[in-house]
């Protein structure tokens, strides 16, 4: 795992937005995986600046969002495809039947939820999978306890994120109870996965993630298992970290290694390594 720390939230969501600009301009017809809440904003800020400004053209990009909660129209302000639309999709030129967030009002959800798995199989599987993580370790609604194997299905909401989701509702009992989500093993499937995590609160389930054991008890700990994942965090989720100063030297490395500054780090002609 690469542990990237920067100073401060905007700088997580600009660093974030680099790589999957770089990913779009290398792959225009690439598939995104995408992620709601507070911790994106940033990024998708980002994407629509890049996108007006700089003309970075998402046209043909397939995208495939993490969860939705059940019962929710899609023009409800508080449901996942509202945020999409709203933060997002109607800023870039996206083409909307190649936009996809699960529907929280399917009737047959386990028939929905198949489909869901196919529809990403048949855009060829996702390139980089965004995701934030819950207080309580969960990535997208994959609550303590899911299954590290799980898929796209319905997953109870613990009281843990009712009581942090309940901001957006005004009072608990607003919030729904029930969310539609990929699952861990669909999210291990994504080829690159990046998480991102901002502020003290995010801090415990992050270290937790990086070094603690992999446990369904902290889903996004199931990570550790993927060959490419990119973590990035500010300093205030990074402050329980124990092995901060190493995370520090790995990142110098790699920059050093993706600038050609080979010879800094001791490797090639005259440096006695080389
Ligand atoms: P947040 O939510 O980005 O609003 O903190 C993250 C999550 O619960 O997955």
Redesign the pocket.
């Known amino acids: 795992m690469r542990v990237i720390i920067e100073e401060s939230a905007e700088e997580v969501g600009r660093r974030a937005a680099r790589i999957l600009a770089r990913q779009v301009r290398e792959k225009p017809d690439s598939v995104l995986g995408l992620a709601t ?3 994106p904003l940033g990024v998708y800020r980002e994407l629509i600046r890049m996108h007006t400004e700089e003309g970075l053209d998402f046209s043909q990009i397939t995208t495939f969002n993490l969860d939705e909660y059940v019962g929710l129209e899609p023009t409800h302000p508080q449901s996942y495809r509202f945020f999409m639309q709203r933060h997002l999709f109607e800023h870039l030129n996206a083409h909307p039947s190649r936009i996809h967030v699960p529907d929280g009002r399917a009737l047959d959800f386990a028939s929905f939820c198949r489909r869901y798995e196919e529809r990403i199989r048949m855009a060829g599987g996702i390139d980089i999978q965004l995701l ?3 207080r309580d370790g ?2 997208a609604f994959n609550e303590p306890g899911s299954s590290l194997g799980s898929r796209t299905r319905l997953k109870t909401l613990a009281s843990e ?1 009712i009581r ?1 989701n309940a901001r957006y509702f005004g009072t608990e009992d607003r919030v729904p109870r029930l969310a539609v989500t990929m699952g861990v093993g669909t999210i291990l499937e994504a080829r690159q996965c990046l998480l991102l995590a901002n502020g003290p609160h995010k801090a415990e389930a992050i270290q937790r993630t990086i070094e603690g054991p992999v446990t369904s008890q902290v889903t996004a700990s199931a990570l550790q298992l993927h060959r490419d994942v990119i973590i990035i965090l500010d300093e205030e989720a990074a402050s329980r970290l124990e092995r901060v100063a190493y995370y520090r030297d790995v990142e110098r490395a790699q920059s050093l290694l993706e600038s050609g500054g080979l010879r800094a780090l001791g490797i090639g002609p005259g440096t006695g390594n080389g």
Do not use: K, S
């Open positions: 809440g507070h911790t934030g993580i819950g969960h990535m994120t942090d």
